[in-house]
């Protein structure tokens, strides 16, 4: 079919040019993907420098996301959710099914300050762990850095995190509460969008915008739909 087509292109114009790309990435399923510079490729870094990269200057983070939730691997729920996390270890979380709000936590130091919902104390567990696996430069600063070829591997009493070389994105993280495990894997990295004032740090931000968290039974699969960060004090909540 891809032969029959060609006959009806001519590379005399650039839109025929473009077409053509475009058939062939429909026949093949190879269109171009985006994916975060190589910056560091060729860095040699110290543990203090690749936390000061990597945190820059957020000290916040706002995010539309849909979780997925399976128990014993079988499905459980599934929520769309408007996270805010704060430093220092400060998450709101409100929950939606259908549009309507049916669980709002608020946490800060581990501790709940408000709860409301059906199965809060899974979300709340979940809460906490969501924030290491966002944060995951904090606490980690008397830690040990060991180097690989294609990765840093960081170590802590309880942490341990992966972190690819040339981009300092995460790549898996594992963390280790009241002797459980807790698994978390990062895929798919996505670039924040924002305007030049919003921007502070006045570069691209990119973040993994799928996570899965493995805690005892439950699995978290996690989708970013919307990200910010820093966003304006007061912001509303901004769930679509």
């Known amino acids: 079919m891809l032969k029959r087509l060609l006959k009806y292109f001519s590379f005399d114009t ?20 985006i994916a975060p510079p190589p910056l560091y490729r060729d860095v040699d870094l110290s543990l203090e420098k690749l936390i000061t990269i990597a945190q820059r200057d957020i000290n916040s983070i706002k995010a539309i996301v849909s979780i997925d939730i399976k128990e014993d691997n079988r499905q459980h729920s599934f929520v769309d959710a408007s996270l805010l996390l704060k430093k220092p270890r400060s998450i709101d979380m409100r929950l939606y099914k259908f549009g309507m709000l ?46 690989q070829r ?11 995190i992966r972190i690819d070389r040339s981009t300092l994105l995460p790549i898996s993280q594992d963390i280790t509460v009241k002797n459980k495990k807790i698994h978390i894997k ?30 005892g039974s439950f699995t978290f699969n996690i989708r970013v739909k919307k990200l910010i960060t820093n966003p304006p004090p007061g912001e509303n909540d901004f769930r679509s």
């Open 14 to 33: 650039l839109s025929s040019a473009l077409l053509l790309f475009c058939a062939f990435a429909l026949f093949t399923g190879c269109a171009p993907k």
């Open 150 to 160: 294609s990765r840093y591997i960081i170590r802590t009493e309880n942490r341990e």
């Open 102 to 147: 049916v669980g709002n936590f608020i946490i800060k130091d581990s501790i709940v300050l408000k709860s409301s919902g059906k199965g809060s104390g899974t979300f709340i567990k979940f809460g906490n762990e969501l924030y290491d696996s966002v944060f995951w430069w904090e606490r980690v600063e008397n830690g040990s850095l060991y180097k």
């Open 186 to 215: 990062y895929n798919k990295p996505k670039k924040e969008v924002t305007e030049p004032l919003t921007n502070q740090s006045g570069t691209d931000f990119w973040y993994p915008s799928e996570l899965r968290l493995e805690m």
